[in-house]
T-cell receptor, first 119, second 109 residues
Framework: DAGVIQSPRHEVTEMGQEVTLRCKPI?????LFWYRQTMMRGLELLIY????????DSGMPEDRFSAKMPNASFSTLKIQPSEPRDSAVYFC?????????????????FGAGSRLTVL | DAKTTQPPSMDCAEGRAANLPCNHS???????VYWYRQIHSQGPQYIIH???NNETNEMASLIITEDRKSSTLILPHATLRDTAVYYC??????????FGTGTRLLVSP
């Protein structure tokens, strides 16, 4: 397996432009997580999906951010319009979560990240 | 999620064991202890996890105290490539993983 694949690896855009980050999780994983990392705030969980359904989006900063998971092998994180304060590294991670709450551990595999710079 | 406390930084000589502590005094009975690390500019990498018993894999050992209120990650023979930020996280399997600030480990020659 190639692991979690993110694209683009680097993106530089101007304020006000739309940004779309993409993620392909590991085949067979049923949960997908979007994190954002900055020097000031560290690693923040933005949203996570289980079986393609958003479970918790409480970390999404504001309405400019949206995430979708149309199928088990693809997810997007969109920022529209982008602002300089959105500059960060965005990580996608996937895992297999059993449906039973008393089940085992949740081990995440992270992608290499997408470094976004908004000028 | 139970909160964890880790020292902000630690140093270790190459070839020696690195022992990274983590306090999680409010951990509940069904919460796991996870360790991840992040090497500069890379995505976080899973290392090991445990519930009650000590665990060992090819990367590290995890020692959990009997009361489960603290744990130690042991890298038996640290190398320069082990320089990274190490995160200790506790939660149940069904919850989202929330990362704290971690311990910055510097392995020196």
């Amino acid at each position: 397996d190639a692991g979690v694949i993110q694209s683009p690896r680097h993106e530089v855009t101007e304020m006000g432009q739309e940004v779309t980050l993409r993620c392909k999780p590991i085949s067979g994983h049923n949960s997908l997580f979007w994190y954002r990392q900055t020097m000031m705030r560290g690693l923040e969980l933005l949203i996570y999906f289980n079986n393609n359904v958003p479970i918790d989006d409480s970390g999404m900063p504001e309405d400019r951010f949206s995430a979708k998971m149309p199928n088990a092998s693809f997810s997007t994180l969109k920022i529209q319009p982008s602002e300089p304060r959105d500059s960060a590294v965005y990580f996608c991670a996937s895992s297999f979560l059993s449906g039973r709450k008393s089940s085992g551990a949740n081990v995440l595999t992270f992608g290499a990240g997408s470094r976004l710079t908004v000028l | 999620d139970a909160k964890t406390t880790q020292p902000p930084s630690m140093d270790c000589a190459e070839g020696r064991a690195a022992n990274l502590p983590c306090n999680h005094s409010t951990i509940s009975g069904n919460e796991y202890v996870y360790w991840y690390r992040q090497i500069h500019s890379q995505g976080p990498q899973y290392i090991i996890h445990g519930l009650k018993n000590n665990e060992t894999n090819e990367m590290a050992s995890l020692i959990i105290t009997e009361d489960r209120k603290s744990s130690t990650l042991i890298l038996p023979h640290a190398t320069l490539r082990d320089t990274a930020v190490y995160y200790c996280i506790v939660n149940t399997g069904f919850q989202k993983l929330v990362f704290g600030t971690g311990t910055r480990l510097l392995v020196s020659p």
